[in-house]
Protein backbone atom coordinates (compact mmCIF):
# COMPACT_ATOMS: atom_id res chain seq x y z
CA UNK A 1 0.00 0.00 0.00
CA UNK A 2 1.38 3.45 -0.90
CA UNK A 3 1.71 5.77 2.03
CA UNK A 4 0.62 9.94 1.60
CA UNK A 5 4.40 10.76 1.34
CA UNK A 6 5.24 8.28 -1.89
CA UNK A 7 1.33 9.35 -3.17
CA UNK A 8 2.63 12.89 -3.07
CA UNK A 9 6.02 12.73 -4.64
CA UNK A 10 4.45 9.97 -7.18
CA UNK A 11 2.10 13.18 -8.25
CA UNK A 12 4.42 15.68 -8.25
CA UNK A 13 6.82 13.48 -10.40
CA UNK A 14 3.88 12.96 -12.94
CA UNK A 15 3.42 16.93 -13.41
CA UNK A 16 6.80 17.25 -13.69
CA UNK A 17 7.18 15.03 -16.63
CA UNK A 18 3.81 16.56 -18.41
CA UNK A 19 5.48 19.78 -17.75
CA UNK A 20 6.56 20.72 -21.46
CA UNK A 21 3.30 19.26 -22.77
CA UNK A 22 1.48 21.66 -20.82
CA UNK A 23 3.43 24.58 -21.05
CA UNK A 24 2.83 23.95 -24.79
CA UNK A 25 -0.86 23.95 -24.10
CA UNK A 26 -0.74 27.02 -21.88
CA UNK A 27 1.08 29.06 -24.73
CA UNK A 28 -1.05 27.69 -27.56
CA UNK A 29 -3.96 29.21 -25.70
CA UNK A 30 -3.19 32.60 -27.47
CA UNK A 31 -3.99 31.05 -30.76
CA UNK A 32 -7.76 32.18 -29.65
CA UNK A 33 -6.32 36.12 -30.00
CA UNK A 34 -7.50 37.41 -33.80
CA UNK A 35 -8.28 41.22 -35.12
CA UNK A 36 -11.00 41.37 -37.44
CA UNK A 37 -13.76 44.03 -38.71
CA UNK A 38 -16.22 42.40 -36.13
CA UNK A 39 -14.04 40.81 -33.71
CA UNK A 40 -10.63 41.70 -31.62
CA UNK A 41 -9.62 39.27 -29.23
CA UNK A 42 -6.17 39.97 -27.10
CA UNK A 43 -4.08 38.26 -24.18
CA UNK A 44 -4.44 40.73 -21.27
CA UNK A 45 -3.08 38.75 -18.32
CA UNK A 46 -2.50 35.28 -16.96
CA UNK A 47 -1.01 33.46 -13.75
CA UNK A 48 2.96 33.73 -13.48
CA UNK A 49 4.17 30.44 -12.21
CA UNK A 50 7.33 30.41 -14.16
CA UNK A 51 6.38 27.86 -16.02
CA UNK A 52 5.76 25.27 -13.38
CA UNK A 53 2.74 23.50 -13.53
CA UNK A 54 2.42 22.86 -9.28
CA UNK A 55 -0.54 25.02 -8.43
CA UNK A 56 -3.66 23.09 -9.12
CA UNK A 57 -5.15 25.38 -12.03
CA UNK A 58 -3.76 27.71 -14.26
CA UNK A 59 -5.76 30.93 -15.94
CA UNK A 60 -5.15 33.12 -18.82
CA UNK A 61 -7.46 36.16 -19.48
CA UNK A 62 -8.22 37.58 -22.98
CA UNK A 63 -10.24 40.73 -23.56
CA UNK A 64 -12.87 41.05 -26.35
CA UNK A 65 -13.92 43.99 -28.73
CA UNK A 66 -16.16 44.73 -31.56
CA UNK A 67 -14.03 46.55 -33.80
CA UNK A 68 -10.44 46.92 -34.91
CA UNK A 69 -10.40 51.08 -33.54
CA UNK A 70 -8.21 51.39 -30.61
CA UNK A 71 -10.79 53.22 -28.84
CA UNK A 72 -13.22 50.61 -29.24
CA UNK A 73 -14.35 49.48 -25.33
CA UNK A 74 -13.78 46.10 -23.60
CA UNK A 75 -17.29 44.50 -24.36
CA UNK A 76 -16.70 41.23 -22.51
CA UNK A 77 -13.77 38.94 -21.29
CA UNK A 78 -12.40 35.12 -22.06
CA UNK A 79 -11.01 33.22 -19.83
CA UNK A 80 -8.99 29.96 -20.97
CA UNK A 81 -7.63 27.73 -17.36
CA UNK A 82 -6.01 24.19 -17.45
CA UNK A 83 -7.45 22.77 -14.05
CA UNK A 84 -5.72 19.44 -13.12
CA UNK A 85 -7.56 18.59 -10.04
CA UNK A 86 -10.72 19.95 -7.97
CA UNK A 87 -12.12 19.59 -4.81
CA UNK A 88 -14.31 16.57 -3.52
CA UNK A 89 -17.72 17.24 -3.98
CA UNK A 90 -21.12 15.81 -3.29
CA UNK A 91 -23.67 17.39 -5.07
CA UNK A 92 -23.85 14.58 -7.61
CA UNK A 93 -21.59 11.65 -9.25
CA UNK A 94 -20.25 13.63 -12.27
CA UNK A 95 -18.76 11.05 -14.88
CA UNK A 96 -15.95 13.42 -15.48
CA UNK A 97 -15.05 14.99 -11.88
CA UNK A 98 -11.96 13.67 -11.49
CA UNK A 99 -10.57 14.01 -15.00
CA UNK A 100 -7.76 17.07 -15.29
CA UNK A 101 -9.97 19.67 -17.85
CA UNK A 102 -9.35 23.17 -19.71
CA UNK A 103 -12.48 25.18 -18.83
CA UNK A 104 -13.30 27.87 -21.43
CA UNK A 105 -15.36 30.69 -20.67
CA UNK A 106 -16.78 34.07 -21.55
CA UNK A 107 -18.18 37.14 -19.46
CA UNK A 108 -20.10 39.67 -21.42
CA UNK A 109 -19.10 42.00 -18.78
CA UNK A 110 -16.62 44.70 -19.44
CA UNK A 111 -14.60 44.94 -16.08
CA UNK A 112 -11.99 42.65 -16.06
CA UNK A 113 -12.76 41.98 -12.02
CA UNK A 114 -15.86 40.03 -13.56
CA UNK A 115 -13.99 37.63 -16.44
CA UNK A 116 -14.07 34.31 -14.63
CA UNK A 117 -11.44 33.25 -12.61
CA UNK A 118 -11.02 29.12 -12.46
CA UNK A 119 -10.05 27.82 -9.14
CA UNK A 120 -10.29 24.09 -7.85
CA UNK A 121 -14.10 24.73 -6.72
CA UNK A 122 -14.88 26.09 -9.89
CA UNK A 123 -16.23 23.14 -10.78
CA UNK A 124 -15.88 20.76 -7.85
CA UNK A 125 -15.31 16.97 -8.48
CA UNK A 126 -19.61 16.96 -8.81
CA UNK A 127 -19.42 19.76 -11.36
CA UNK A 128 -20.69 22.21 -8.97
CA UNK A 129 -19.87 25.88 -9.33
CA UNK A 130 -21.60 28.41 -6.99
CA UNK A 131 -24.34 29.84 -8.65
CA UNK A 132 -24.16 28.66 -12.00
CA UNK A 133 -27.12 26.11 -13.87
CA UNK A 134 -25.96 23.69 -16.15
CA UNK A 135 -27.21 23.08 -20.13
CA UNK A 136 -26.43 19.90 -22.06
CA UNK A 137 -23.23 21.23 -22.98
CA UNK A 138 -21.96 24.15 -20.58
CA UNK A 139 -22.49 25.98 -17.29
CA UNK A 140 -23.97 29.58 -16.96
CA UNK A 141 -23.75 32.44 -14.68
CA UNK A 142 -26.94 34.84 -14.60
CA UNK A 143 -25.70 38.58 -13.85
CA UNK A 144 -28.62 40.27 -13.51
CA UNK A 145 -30.00 42.72 -16.26
CA UNK A 146 -30.64 39.82 -18.41
CA UNK A 147 -26.54 38.85 -19.11
CA UNK A 148 -25.54 35.72 -18.93
CA UNK A 149 -21.86 34.49 -18.53
CA UNK A 150 -21.00 31.04 -19.69
CA UNK A 151 -18.46 28.63 -19.51
CA UNK A 152 -17.47 24.50 -21.15
CA UNK A 153 -15.07 21.74 -20.56
CA UNK A 154 -12.92 19.47 -21.84
CA UNK A 155 -10.88 16.97 -20.59
CA UNK A 156 -6.88 17.00 -20.43
CA UNK A 157 -6.21 14.30 -22.89
CA UNK A 158 -8.44 15.55 -25.94
CA UNK A 159 -5.99 18.47 -25.94
CA UNK A 160 -2.95 16.71 -27.80
CA UNK A 161 -2.19 19.39 -30.38
CA UNK A 162 -2.60 22.68 -31.70
CA UNK A 163 -4.93 21.34 -34.28
CA UNK A 164 -7.03 20.21 -31.12
CA UNK A 165 -6.77 23.60 -29.71
CA UNK A 166 -8.01 25.32 -33.04
CA UNK A 167 -10.92 22.49 -33.52
CA UNK A 168 -11.72 23.07 -29.52
CA UNK A 169 -11.38 25.90 -28.20
CA UNK A 170 -10.96 28.37 -31.45
CA UNK A 171 -13.10 27.96 -33.74
CA UNK A 172 -16.33 27.27 -31.41
CA UNK A 173 -14.91 31.02 -29.76
CA UNK A 174 -14.95 32.58 -32.28
CA UNK A 175 -17.68 31.15 -34.20
CA UNK A 176 -19.71 32.05 -30.55
CA UNK A 177 -18.37 35.65 -30.48
CA UNK A 178 -19.46 36.64 -33.68
CA UNK A 179 -22.68 34.94 -33.51
CA UNK A 180 -25.76 37.27 -33.20
CA UNK A 181 -25.79 35.83 -29.32
CA UNK A 182 -22.89 35.36 -28.14
CA UNK A 183 -24.51 34.83 -24.48
CA UNK A 184 -25.72 31.61 -25.45
CA UNK A 185 -22.79 29.17 -26.74
CA UNK A 186 -25.22 26.33 -27.38
CA UNK A 187 -25.34 25.97 -31.39
CA UNK A 188 -21.13 26.85 -31.27
CA UNK A 189 -20.74 23.82 -28.95
CA UNK A 190 -22.93 21.34 -31.39
CA UNK A 191 -20.10 20.31 -33.58
CA UNK A 192 -17.80 19.57 -30.74
CA UNK A 193 -20.04 17.53 -28.25
CA UNK A 194 -18.79 14.54 -28.48
CA UNK A 195 -15.60 15.84 -26.77
CA UNK A 196 -17.11 17.63 -24.18
CA UNK A 197 -17.63 17.29 -20.47
CA UNK A 198 -20.70 16.94 -19.94
CA UNK A 199 -21.92 18.70 -16.80
CA UNK A 200 -24.18 16.56 -14.77
CA UNK A 201 -27.63 16.56 -15.65
CA UNK A 202 -30.40 16.80 -12.96
CA UNK A 203 -32.52 13.58 -12.49
CA UNK A 204 -35.35 13.22 -14.56
CA UNK A 205 -38.95 13.68 -12.72
CA UNK A 206 -41.61 11.19 -13.57
Not at 126 to 141: F, I, K, N, P, Q
Request: some cysteine; proline content about 6%; glycine content about 6%.
Amino acid sequence: MMTIDACIWQSASNILQAQDNLNELFEAFDLVECRTPRLVIECKDSDDGEDDFIQPVWNAYYSVRRAERRNARVEGWITLAIQLTCSEGVESDWDFGKRAKVLVGYSPLRSFDEAWGFDTDSPNSAGYREDCEVTASHWTLDEGRGVVSWFYAIPLDQMTSVDAVRRLIVAPLHAILQADNPQDPTAGLNGIFGSLCVPPQPPVRI
